[in-house]
């Protein structure tokens, strides 16, 4: 059964910064891909980041290039987002996901997901 738990949300200033953790167990990982979607009051479910676990390869929304860093601890079987120069507008509940393979930007293509930690920015 795969799990996927985030951790390291909270309540922030604009232009401060949060890391994002989610711990991953119930499989190998190595053929997945991982990815982190968050979704505002009101809006549907968008995509932030992803990377394949096994090469590091990334991507990333353009709204958050330059900002936002994707990365893994394969020891630790934990996907991080480090967010910094938040504004206002990141605003959401942070999801992290799990798919065979590689990245997809479609939060439909992604079959395992946590229960969500909620970020919130204030100006």
């Known amino acids: 059964q795969v799990q996927l738990v985030e951790s390291g949300g909270g309540l922030v200033q604009a232009g401060g910064s949060l890391r994002l953790s989610c711990a991953a167990s119930g499989r190998t990982f190595s053929n997945y891909a991982m990815g982190w979607f968050r979704q505002a009051p009101g809006k549907e479910r968008e995509f932030v980041a992803a990377m394949t676990w096994s090469i590091g390869s990334t991507d990333y929304a353009d709204s958050v290039k330059g900002r936002f860093t994707i990365s893994r601890d394969n020891g630790k079987k934990t996907v991080y987002l480090q967010m910094n120069s938040l504004k206002p507008d990141d605003t959401a509940v942070y999801y992290c996901?799990?798919?065979?393979?590689?990245?997809?930007?479609?939060?439909?293509?992604?079959?395992?997901w946590g229960q969500g930690t909620q970020v919130t920015v204030s100006s």
């Open positions: 996901s799990a798919r065979p393979y590689i990245v997809r930007r479609a939060a439909s293509e992604y079959a395992y």
